[in-house]
């Protein structure tokens, strides 16, 4: 008996994201290295934290592949890219990559809305509100790179970052989160 309740467009476009958040977690891995290796142990922890989060997201897209009865391709991961050239740089690139997973977690959605797949839409609602959550937070994060200087930042500046990334939150506040009592 097929137990499998994925289409296979939808199953290949899971299997493609899976990949792709795993490939997000290379790059979070690989800019962790590097700030690591820059002296940087506030931003490398963050971004070493930021790696795991991205390999939960792509074990959610295995699991939910396996229970509707589909097959997982586990697919050749990106090579997460060349080194960042400063802090700004790097997350710039982390800016633009969640952006990217964003459009394609978007795709995704319209995908289950054109087939009616309402499971994989209900599914797929949680990493909308996830990617909003990781641009407002690499865009916090890229206004206070600009304070500090951007690409210019000088060294006490950076230092003051790489402590503040030490102790940030993993988690960035969303819109949908603020009230008039709670700015």
Not at 29 to 51: C, K, M, P, T, V
Not at 88 to 112: G, H, P, Q, W
Not at 128 to 149: F, M, N, P
């Amino acid at each position: 008996m097929d137990t499998n309740r994925l289409s296979q467009t939808i199953t290949a476009a899971l299997n493609r994201q899976m990949t792709n958040e795993a490939h997000n977690a290379q790059i979070y891995l690989a800019y962790a290295a590097w700030a690591d290796s820059e002296g940087y142990e506030g931003i490398a922890n963050f971004l070493f934290r930021h790696a795991n989060e991205e390999r939960n997201h792509m074990m959610k897209f295995l699991e939910y592949i396996l229970k509707r009865g589909g097959k997982v391709k586990v697919s050749p991961i990106p090579d997460p890219g060349p080194d960042p050239t400063d802090v700004n740089d790097c997350f710039e690139r982390i800016f633009k990559s969640e952006v990217d997973n964003t459009a394609n977690i978007y795709n995704l959605v319209n995908m289950s809305m054109e087939e009616k797949d309402w499971a994989t839409w209900n599914f797929m609602q949680w990493f909308v509100k996830e990617q909003t959550e990781e641009e407002t937070l690499a865009l916090d994060l890229l206004s206070k790179i600009k304070v500090a200087g951007g690409k210019n930042a000088g060294p006490d500046a950076l230092y003051a970052l790489d402590n503040d990334l030490a102790k940030t939150a993993d988690d960035a506040r969303l819109a949908q989160d603020v009230s008039v009592e709670n700015p």
